[in-house]
């Protein structure tokens, strides 16, 4: 029996299983540790492939690890299960994780940095607030619905609502609802302060960062959907292609092939919903600017466009978009406007 060369780790809350193998793919180790053993178990290894699954904390350990001297591979959690070999339990999952590290054709997710899970908190925390505002507003609107008061959709007609709550000689609201919506109303008024605030912050850190600042010249792409990017994507080189970081995202249609007989389906949706959501609102708003100014300087939207609602357009158009955002970050090139066509 020769020393550890792999070990594969279920990370938990408290209590974490390892089971690592020499080089002969022995057994060495299976055993359980605390949280506090974790460090100073790793400590006392030679330096060894040490395999996870990308789940929660799991970039954290990964960093921690790695700061002893091991090289730490973090696998999408859907891989590793097809080297489960009995039921599932925490020593089967680490046994699983021990082999699918070793892979050759295993596909890894790259650690991010404190500062790119940082900014992915901040996206994070600006999409919780956005949600809670929506359902605040939804909520004042279905309140004084029930007391015959309606107002039209968007901004506008929420002003108007909450102009109405203020307005105490207002005698269609009964005092006890008018005390909820007050404080209804309170709520959603924090929520677009804490808006504002998450936008500022990333508007700050987009404008520090400089292949952010080089993605925001991408039609589609501003601060928001390139500071996403650059914290979600933490090196474009793990990347073969343009095409394989819009599989990643989920931009790609599904396939059912067989026989030698292509069948697409609608996207996979697999991979960054977040990502996939900001990009195709991008698209989307190239699409807008395109159906006002004119197209002369992309006739591959005009065409698109001709032949395919303009929602399919922007799935497609995000797909390209993505591709455009991985050359630029992985070739660290400016993006560069196509010229005009003359007819």
């Known amino acids: 029996m020769g020393d550890v060369i792999t070990i594969g780790v279920d990370l938990a809350k408290s209590v974490f299983q390892v089971h690592g193998v020499d080089a002969e793919g022995v057994v060495?180790?299976?055993r359980q540790l605390r949280r506090g053993q974790m460090l100073p178990f790793f400590e006392k290894l030679p330096p060894c492939l040490v395999g996870m699954e990308a789940c929660a904390t799991a970039?954290?350990?990964?960093?921690e690890i790695?700061?002893?001297?091991?090289?730490?591979?973090?696998?999408?959690?859907?891989?590793?299960?097809?080297?489960?070999?009995?039921?599932?339990?925490?020593?089967?999952?680490?046994?699983?994780?021990?082999?699918?590290?070793?892979?050759?054709?295993?596909?890894?997710?790259?650690?991010?940095?404190?500062?790119?899970?940082?900014?992915l908190v901040l996206h994070r925390t600006r999409q919780l607030f956005v949600r809670q505002r929506t359902t605040l507003?939804?909520?004042?609107?279905?309140?004084?619905?029930?007391?015959g008061i309606v107002a039209p959709i968007g901004r506008n007609g929420v002003e108007k609502l909450l102009e109405t709550i203020g307005d105490g000689q207002d005698a269609r609201i009964p005092d006890v609802a008018r005390s909820c919506l007050e404080a209804l109303a309170m709520q959603l008024h924090l929520a677009n302060r804490q808006i504002l605030e998450a936008d500022r912050r990333v508007l700050a850190w987009h404008r520090s960062n400089e292949a952010s600042r080089r993605?925001?010249?991408?039609?589609?792409?501003?601060?928001?959907?390139?500071?996403?990017?650059?914290?979600?994507?933490?090196?474009p080189q793990a990347f073969k292609s343009g095409r394989d970081l819009a599989a990643w995202i989920g931009l790609v249609p599904k396939q059912n092939s067989s026989g030698g007989k292509e069948r697409l389906g609608g996207i996979?949706?697999?991979?960054?919903?977040?990502?996939?959501?900001l990009l195709?609102?991008?698209?989307l708003s190239v699409i807008r600017y395109a159906e006002t100014h004119g197209t002369a300087h992309r006739p591959w939207l005009a065409r698109l466009l001709e032949r395919r609602p303009a929602k399919v357009a922007a799935v497609a158009l995000a797909n390209k978009i993505a591709r455009m955002a991985w050359?630029?970050?992985?070739?660290?090139?400016?993006?560069?406007?196509?010229?005009?066509?003359?007819a």
């Not at 507003?137 to 007391?147: G, V």
């Not at 925001?216 to 979600?232: E, F, H, K, Q």
């Not at 996979?268 to 959501?277: A, D, M, S």
């Not at 630029?328 to 406007?337: C, K, T």
Request: hydrophobic content about 40%.
């Open 215 to 235: 993605l925001d010249r991408i039609p589609g792409i501003g601060p928001l959907i390139a500071t996403a990017l650059v914290a979600s994507v933490p090196n």
């Open 66 to 119: 790695e700061r002893l001297g091991h090289r730490v591979r973090l696998m999408p959690p859907r891989y590793v299960k097809a080297y489960v070999k009995i039921q599932k339990n925490d020593a089967a999952d680490a046994e699983a994780i021990c082999e699918a590290v070793t892979r050759p054709t295993m596909r890894f997710v790259e650690l991010k940095t404190c500062e790119q899970q940082s900014i």
């Open 28 to 30: 060495v180790v299976r």
């Open 327 to 342: 050359a630029v970050m992985a070739r660290g090139e400016a993006y560069r406007e196509p010229g005009v066509q003359i």
């Open 280 to 283: 195709t609102i991008g698209a």
């Open 59 to 63: 970039h954290h350990w990964g960093r």
């Open 268 to 277: 996979t949706k697999h991979g960054n919903r977040y990502l996939r959501t």
């Open 137 to 147: 507003i939804n909520a004042i609107r279905a309140h004084l619905a029930e007391f």
